[in-house]
């Protein structure tokens, strides 16, 4: 059995490879780079566990438990929840799994919260043993949003590449006129996009440092999800 790196000065210890098998996946992207498509793949043809961080908050919200409790004024003040409640969050998720493979989603962001949770993850000899890092180029990505509009009452999506409406500018079934999102607009994306990167750059470093950092790029979902799913198969197959 491999004993873990501990410290004694309160640094950060360093991950050692648990024993048993078990994938504990984290899945990083920018905004756009289509993390819940592909984290909704993966769910769908692997035995993960999900853990949303933004599910799991609301749910605990909902059901006003006691971590729920400490985070609804928070969240209801429009304010960020601080990390150790989304570490004691993720926590309560744990505690329920026995020797599950899980991916985990939303949480981390930064290195710091990366490192909180590093130390939470140690102390039940479940360090995180895969990153999942997707990388869309950003003009691709900003295209992309430039391309989509909606039908905002029945909720249609067209992007102009793939399903562009028959007519320009009108919905397919009502006529009436297509509208972009408040937030796909390119100079918002673009802002959220270098807030995204200057906050994730140092988390992405400091997994890689652990030699758990694994990226896939591409253009488009498609392109990406098979060379995830020829990374993760044999990992499961045993
Ligand atoms: C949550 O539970 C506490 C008691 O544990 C209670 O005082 C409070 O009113 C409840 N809040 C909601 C929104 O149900
Ligand atoms: C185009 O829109 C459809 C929904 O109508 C969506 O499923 C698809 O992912 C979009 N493609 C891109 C590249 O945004
Ligand atoms: C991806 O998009 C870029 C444009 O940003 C293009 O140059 C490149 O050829 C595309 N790659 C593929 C495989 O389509």
Do not use: I, S
């Given at each position: 059995m491999r004993r873990f790196t501990t410290s004694?000065?309160?640094s950060i210890p360093t991950p050692a490879k648990s024993d048993d098998s078990c994938l504990r996946l984290l899945i990083v992207g920018a905004p756009g780079a289509g993390k819940g498509t592909q984290s909704a793949r993966i769910r769908s043809e692997f035995p993960v566990y999900p853990i949303s961080s933004g599910d799991v908050l609301r749910r605990h919200i909902a059901k006003n438990t006691t971590i729920g409790q400490r985070a609804a004024p928070i969240v209801a003040r429009g304010e960020m929840v601080p990390d150790n409640i989304m570490v004691d969050l993720i926590d309560t998720e744990l505690d329920q799994l026995d020797h599950e493979h899980w991916l985990l989603d939303g949480?981390?962001?930064s290195a710091t919260q990366a490192q909180l949770l590093s130390k939470s993850l140690e102390a039940r000899r479940q360090p995180i043993n895969t990153v999942i890092n997707l990388v869309v180029p950003e003009d691709v990505i900003l295209q992309r949003i430039e391309d989509r509009w909606v039908h905002v009452p029945s909720g249609r999506v067209y992007n102009l590449s793939y399903n562009p409406p028959k007519t320009p500018?009108?919905?397919?079934?009502?006529?009436e006129p297509l509208t972009k999102r408040a937030d796909d607009n390119p100079e918002v994306f673009k802002a959220r996009l270098q807030k995204y990167h200057e906050l994730t750059n140092p988390l992405l470093e400091y997994y890689d440092k652990l030699g758990i950092l694994i990226s896939f790029k591409g253009n488009t979902s498609d392109e990406i999800y098979p060379q995830i799913r020829d990374y993760l198969t044999p990992k499961f197959a045993h």
């Open positions: 004694v000065d309160g949480f981390p962001r500018g009108l919905d397919d079934e009502t006529g």
